[in-house]
């Protein structure tokens, strides 16, 4: 037998001859050589490419941009603050201090006479925006304009005065503005615009007289604790600002007030009396160092500037100065030295640490806003625990503006943190407006252990509704957390009752007094009457053809 011939056939690329088998295609090229082309695909050559090229910003875009900026520099404060302090860590707050303060740069052109009072925490930036940045920015746009600037110290008001000053010799202000100093009249105490305009420096009960104001700065006119305690000081504060500061307005001027409270009586607190009392209307903008409600931008104990002081900041700073000046510097909420109805001796504090939670019976009470014609009324609800000695400790308190809906939420979220024995409301709340939906949200959470009390007011006007607890803490047998957020607003209310603009907060606990002295000692079984739940129900098992009205 002769040996099999397998035909040959020539690779057009690499010339070779290889068995018709290496061939799978019409192509005529070998296997080889497409593996070989295979590979090629599998890893592409590398492709030179050039480097990109960034051109330069161009002398008419930096010129363009330098244009934006002074203009932006020239129509709003903060920008300028910015541009002239390039590390200024702006928060929400700044920018609605910068935007009110334009608004009362407009009005003080416009000759309207505007009052502006801003509370602000130690260090949170007060003077730099209000006391440097803004008299600077403000003379820019109204060269002629007269600042007089004061402060507890003629020092500190000069060094107010200089920074100013140091700012309109800035090269970036002159190609901003047009406004010059006037080379004659450049001293710290007193210095002039080429226009007419200048600054005036001097000390809360210095001599300013003889000089005019289109814009009169008061920062911070008490300089501590011990000055703000001398009614002599507060007194001859009053005086200086009646008799002089005033009388120094141009018509139609500003009255700018930038302060750390300190007191209740001090030159914020009698401006704000003599309002009461058909004075000076004032914008008034108080910015707490915790939020002590749901704001606009922020949310309940959430701290006015965390990048400078957080929460936890702000809390080791509450435990340090106490609930007083917690309460003043930091809140802005000073309270009085004593009260009428409540004196402060009766205001008894106690650590979280220092009570036993689990041995304790507790009862909550709410004082609803509804049917109250204020719109800007609260409604609260508030906790108590009663230990074994009888002794009453306030553990929770909620306060805000709420809806209906929300606060039949706030209502139970409440008692599940608690489970309270007793939710005492006043009688008739909770049948005019909130009784069939929160029958709804009672069932349908399940919360079907809440006991809620009808409350009668009877005759009784708040004040007399007030004894009770008034008898319980001349007894030192009421205490408030030393550390809560919400423990200075109460304690302020307390002491400004029975006169204050809020009594909310001594509703809820006037309340609680009341329950406590009628059926309450931590030894008793509450004994459970019928509730406006129970009558619901009773409503609800009657015949369909049964009326309501005829129950």
């Known amino acids: 037998m002769s040996e099999l011939q397998i035909p040959q056939v020539l690779c057009i690329?690499?010339?070779?001859?290889?068995?018709?088998?290496?061939?799978?295609?019409?192509?005529?090229?070998?296997?080889?050589?497409?593996?070989?082309d295979a590979e090629r695909l599998a890893t592409p050559a590398a492709v030179e490419t050039e480097p990109e090229i960034v051109e330069e910003e161009s002398v008419e875009d930096k010129a363009r941009a330098e244009l934006a900026l002074r203009f932006l520099t020239r129509k709003r404060l903060l920008p300028f603050v910015e541009r002239f302090n390039p590390d200024y860590q702006a928060g929400w707050v700044h920018k609605d201090v910068c935007q009110r303060l334009e608004k009362f740069s407009r009005m003080v052109v416009e000759k309207q006479s505007p009052r502006l009072m801003l509370f602000l925490p130690p260090r949170h930036g007060k003077s730099t925006l209000a006391s440097i940045a803004f008299p600077a920015w403000h003379l820019g746009r109204n060269p002629a304009h007269e600042f007089i600037s004061c402060s507890y110290s003629g020092s500190l008001a000069m060094g107010f005065s200089r920074k100013v000053?140091?700012?309109?010799?800035?090269?970036?202000?002159?190609?901003?503005?047009?406004?010059?100093?006037?080379?004659?009249?450049?001293?710290?105490?007193a210095w002039l615009t080429t226009n007419g305009g200048g600054f005036v420096a001097a000390g809360v009960g210095g001599g300013i007289t003889g000089k005019g104001a289109h814009v009169l700065v008061i920062d911070d006119p008490v300089k501590n604790r011990e000055d703000a305690e001398s009614q002599n000081n507060r007194d001859a504060n009053w005086d200086w600002y009646t008799s002089t500061a005033y009388t120094r307005l141009a018509p139609g001027g500003g009255v700018l007030v930038i302060l750390t409270r300190w007191h209740d009586d001090d030159l914020a607190g009698r401006l704000l009396k003599a309002t009461a009392e058909g004075g000076d209307e004032w914008e008034v903008v108080r910015y707490p160092a915790l939020a002590e409600e749901e704001e606009e931008f922020r949310n309940y104990g959430e701290a006015l500037h965390p990048e400078r002081y957080d929460e936890p900041s702000l809390d080791r700073i509450r435990k340090a100065v106490g609930p007083r000046d917690w309460s003043a510097l930091y809140q802005q909420n000073p309270?009085?030295?004593?009260?009428?109805?409540?004196?402060?001796?009766?205001?008894?504090?106690?650590?979280?640490?220092?009570?036993?939670?689990?041995?304790?019976?507790f009862y909550a009470a709410w004082d609803l806003a509804i049917g109250k014609k204020d719109r800007n009324d609260y409604s609260v609800g508030m906790v108590i625990g009663v230990d074994a000695y009888d002794r009453l400790f306030v553990v929770d308190v909620v306060r805000g503006r709420f809806d209906g809906f929300?606060?039949?939420?706030?209502?139970?979220?409440?008692?599940?943190?608690?489970?309270?024995?007793?939710?005492?409301i006043e009688k008739g709340h909770i049948e005019m407006a909130l009784g069939p939906f929160l029958e709804k949200r009672v069932r349908e959470r399940g919360l079907y252990e809440a006991y809620f009390k009808d409350l009668k007011t009877g005759r009784r006007d708040k004040e007399a509704r007030a004894r009770a607890i008034q008898g319980r803490m001349q007894q030192g047998m009421v205490f408030v957390p030393k550390n809560q957020i919400w423990t200075g607003p109460l304690v302020a209310e307390l002491l400004r009752f029975p006169n204050g603009i809020h009594d909310d907060q001594v509703d809820a606990l006037a309340w609680l007094g009341l329950m406590m002295t009628e059926f309450a000692t931590y030894q008793t079984t509450v004994v459970k009457e019928p509730s406006w739940r129970d009558r619901i129900d009773h409503l609800f098992k009657t015949p369909r053809n049964k009326s309501a009205m005829s129950a």
């Open 13 to 36: 690329r690499c010339k070779s001859l290889h068995s018709e088998t290496l061939f799978s295609g019409r192509d005529r090229l070998c296997v080889y050589c497409k593996a070989d």
């Open 406 to 424: 929300e606060l039949v939420e706030q209502i139970l979220d409440l008692y599940e943190v608690w489970k309270p024995s007793i939710i005492g």
């Open 165 to 189: 000053r140091g700012l309109l010799r800035e090269p970036s202000y002159k190609t901003a503005f047009k406004t010059r100093l006037d080379p004659e009249s450049q001293s710290a105490e």
């Open 335 to 361: 309270v009085a030295d004593d009260g009428d109805y409540f004196t402060r001796d009766m205001i008894q504090y106690f650590e979280e640490d220092d009570i036993d939670l689990d041995e304790m019976r």
